[in-house]
């Protein structure tokens, strides 16, 4: 000990003992500012970009599109520039969001149900065919086998939130019907784009769960086409929990010329996204506690955004998560959201299992599938404003 501390005793003691009092009360007032938000069931599965609670988030809206990397839609020569330029100024770009899947429908699958592609999936199902079973369920919540229809003991986002007393609705551009799928055991008719119609079912995940499919009344009153969202926009009442958007495959930029022989790619995803984007900004759901992520489904194949993230392994059903590589590559995501900040951007690895997990945290629901070994979700990166 030193002289000088010597020499000060007792006041010294006291001194320290005060200053550690007003550290304890510092840290104490701190938590207790953080919970002006609703904390999470799942904090502890959190990694190390969430913070311990998450904001109230009361609307999502999910959108889609097709087949494109990340410097393809957010590079500076993007040929979307609504969604790169001026969209982007909006909210937070996750720069290292990654696909789970090759090729599309694995990764749709991924966002509400996390359960990983098998080979059937992998290959988009052709066929309309039930998924069989060969052995007992494998972790995380995986169901062994092989087909494109889960059986109705698979767990979906849906039905979480429709269990928890929340609403979702699926909005699928250019579908003729509600709820419109193939007839089971048959060759699936929706595949390619036509001059009459341009929905394709691959991209409508919702078709490919019991839990939904084999109660028409309730699948034609939650999978919709995307005309009936205008309308349901208008009241926060009427805007449901989870809105998912898909696309037709014009202007979701599948097709590089789309079936009426108009331009296709990211030119038309760019001229929907100018009229449908503004449409959510504006409705009174989205201004209140909303949050709206657009994303792809996988990147288009390139070398540099063909890799995959967060940890993510082969899954039981297949030897590796995709067929030209291990995830569907490197696509990023924009959030928007009044609890985000604008022009901002996050380096964290994310991917559709992350996104999952992140909207079942938002309504303090239990992690599906994939979502459950992410390695991290949503957090104070993301949800980063002041």
């Known amino acids: 000990m030193s002289r000088s501390a010597e020499s000060a005793g007792p006041r010294a003691t006291l001194v320290a003992i005060g200053g550690t009092t007003l550290l304890v009360l510092a840290i104490v007032l701190t938590l207790a500012h953080r919970h002006t938000f609703s904390s999470s069931p799942n904090d502890a ?31 500076p020569r993007s040929g979307a520039p609504y969604l790169a330029k001026t969209l982007r100024k909006k909210g937070v770009l996750l720069s290292q969001y990654y696909g789970t899947a090759h090729h599309s429908l694995g990764n749709y699958l991924a966002q509400i149900s996390g ?40 767990g979906t986002l849906p ?44 991209h409508n995940p919702f078709m490919y769960f019991r839990s939904i499919t084999s109660r028409p009344s309730y699948c034609k009153a939650h999978v919709r086409p995307l005309a009936a969202l205008r ?42 996204f100018k009229t449908w984007v503004p449409r959510i900004l504006r409705s009174p759901a989205f201004r209140a506690n909303g949050m709206l992520v657009i994303t792809a489904d996988e990147s288009e194949g390139a070398k540099e955004d063909s890799r995959a993230c967060c940890g993510e392994g082969p ?43 992140s909207i079942e945290d938002l309504f303090g629901l239990p992690r ?10 949503f957090g104070g990166d993301v949800y980063n404003a002041s």
């Open 231 to 272: 309308g349901d926009l208008r009241t926060k009442a009427h805007t449901r929990t989870l809105t998912y958007i898909t696309p037709d495959l014009c202007h979701d930029a599948h097709d590089a010329r789309c079936a009426d022989g108009g331009p296709g790619g990211l030119r038309a995803a760019n001229n929907w």
């Open 368 to 377: 599906l599938g994939y979502a459950r070994t992410v390695s991290d979700v």
């Open 115 to 154: 359960q990983g592609p098998d080979l059937a999936t992998q290959h988009d199902c052709p066929m309309y065919t039930r998924f069989k079973e060969s052995r007992p369920v494998a972790p995380p919540g995986q169901v062994v086998g092989n087909g494109c229809v889960y059986p109705k003991k698979v």
């Open 45 to 75: 599965l959190r990694g190390p970009s969430a913070r311990a609670t998450t904001p109230h988030v009361r609307h999502v809206f999910v959108i889609n599109i097709e087949n494109k990397g990340f410097r393809t839609t957010w590079g």
């Open 315 to 357: 899954g039981p059903n297949a030897g590796r998560p995709g067929i030209e590589g291990p995830g569907g590559g490197r696509i990023g995501a924009l959030v928007i959201s009044p609890y985000v900040a604008p022009g901002t951007t996050s380096d964290h690895a994310y991917n559709h299992y992350s996104l999952l997990g």
């Open 159 to 202: 039905e979480q939130l429709v269990g928890a007393g929340l609403s979702w609705r699926g909005y699928m551009q250019d579908m003729a019907r509600p709820c419109q799928h193939s007839r089971l055991g048959t060759h699936e008719r929706w595949t390619s784009a036509t001059k009459r119609q341009q929905y394709a079912t691959r």
